[in-house]
């Protein structure tokens, strides 16, 4: 059975300081994909995934994959306010066309 | 924007009465999911489809049907509400072939009292 972990939960930091959000998977996979939820909001795409050593960057996010290591990184570069949200990791299944999520990881960037 | 609507937006109703969400798409995706969202658990499937009257169950589907009758509405039915059902409904399509990137209807909230 396909799990994702995601960590930390909770993420509170200061405006401009670096920090990394982590998408641990139990099996392989044949995508990895990145969304935002906003507070009361639905969720955006960010990035998709499709490699093992894939690196996709959007301003201030850089995502990662290392399907060795079955993991996923999304690093924030000198987090700014606007940042604050949920993300949340998700993976599709060879096979299936079924999606399973991560619990997500709430961002809060204090001014 | 992808073309997703969701109706109703917000349905208040009582334990035992059925009820059934709609999601409508105007982008012609072959796939379709109803996901569930609760504190703590992110998104979970419900149920999805692959085509007209192609649908099957996800991880939580227990309580829930679903159908498809068109390309671009997929219905979710509660067939007796529970409280347990309380949550946030989002529809989501995805392109090409399943394997793809989703995207998101803006959700209904379903609160049963």
């Known amino acids: 059975e396909l799990k994702v972990e995601q960590n930390p939960l909770f993420l509170s930091m200061q405006e401009g300081k670096n920090y990394t959000i982590y998408c641990n998977y139990s099996t392989t996979s044949d995508r990895l994909y990145w969304y935002r939820q906003d507070p009361g909001k639905s969720l955006e795409s960010l990035f998709v995934l499709l490699s093992n050593g894939a690196v996709k960057q959007e301003g201030r996010l850089m995502a990662s994959l290392d399907t060795k290591a079955r993991l996923s990184t999304l690093h924030i570069t000198a987090a700014v306010h606007d940042l604050s949200a949920t993300y949340f990791c998700a993976l599709s299944t060879s096979g299936t066309y079924k999606y399973i999520f991560g619990t997500g990881t709430r961002l809060k960037v204090l001014a | 924007d992808a073309g997703i609507t969701q109706s109703p937006r917000h349905k208040v109703t009582e334990t035992g009465t059925p009820v059934t969400l709609r999601c409508h798409q105007t982008?012609?995706?072959?796939?379709m999911y109803w996901y569930r969202q609760d504190p703590g658990h992110g998104l979970r499937l419900i149920h999805y489809s692959y085509g007209v009257k192609d649908t099957d169950k996800g991880e939580v589907s227990d309580g829930y049907s679903v159908s498809r009758s068109k390309t671009e509405d997929f219905l979710l039915t509660l067939e007796s509400a529970t409280s347990s059902q309380t949550s946030v409904y989002f529809c989501?399509?995805?392109?090409?072939?399943?394997?793809?990137?989703?995207?998101f209807g803006p959700g209904t909230r379903l609160l049963v009292l």
């Open positions: 982008e012609n995706h072959r796939y």
């Open positions: 989501a399509i995805s392109e090409g072939e399943g394997s793809g990137t989703q995207y």
